[in-house]
Nanobody, 121 residues
Framework: QVQLVESGGGLVQPGGSLRLSCAASGTIFRIDDIAWYRQAPGRERELVAT???????NHSDSVKGRFTISRDNAKNTVYLQMNSLKPEDTAVYYC???????????????WGKGTLVTVSS
């Protein structure tokens, strides 16, 4: 019913930039809060950034000032602009959308399958 597809990951040198995208498709009445998470090898998944339906954002301390979350509601797409990348940013990045598929249904969380970001020289 709902699919989230991330894109934009890849290999980048330290200090470089990447822009991740996550597009939602399928039966969607409304998308509420959206979040980016990441999971590095051998570590737990951690919250990177969130954005509400009206555009209020929050970023984790580890990425504040370097990463920026944004969304395009007309395209059902969320972005993560990542600047000044560090080797410790290497991880699989996931988006999570809270979506109402019908007006009478409660919102549910949907996850993408992830996109790999590798920061290495």
């Amino acid at each position: 019913q709902v699919q989230l597809v991330e894109s934009g990951g890849g290999l980048v040198q330290p200090g470089g930039s990447l822009r991740l995208s996550c597009a939602a498709s399928g039966t969607i009445f409304r998308i509420d809060d959206i979040a980016w998470y990441r999971q590095a090898p051998g570590r737990e998944r951690e919250l990177v950034a969130t954005i509400t339906s009206d555009g209020r954002t929050n970023h984790s301390d580890s990425v504040k000032g370097r990463f920026t979350i944004s969304r395009d509601n007309a395209k059902n797409t969320v972005y993560l602009q990542m600047n000044s990348l560090k080797p410790e940013d290497t991880a699989v990045y996931y988006c999570k959308d809270r979506i109402k598929i019908r007006s009478w249904r409660s919102p549910q969380d949907y996850w993408g399958k992830g996109t790999l970001v590798t920061v290495s020289s």
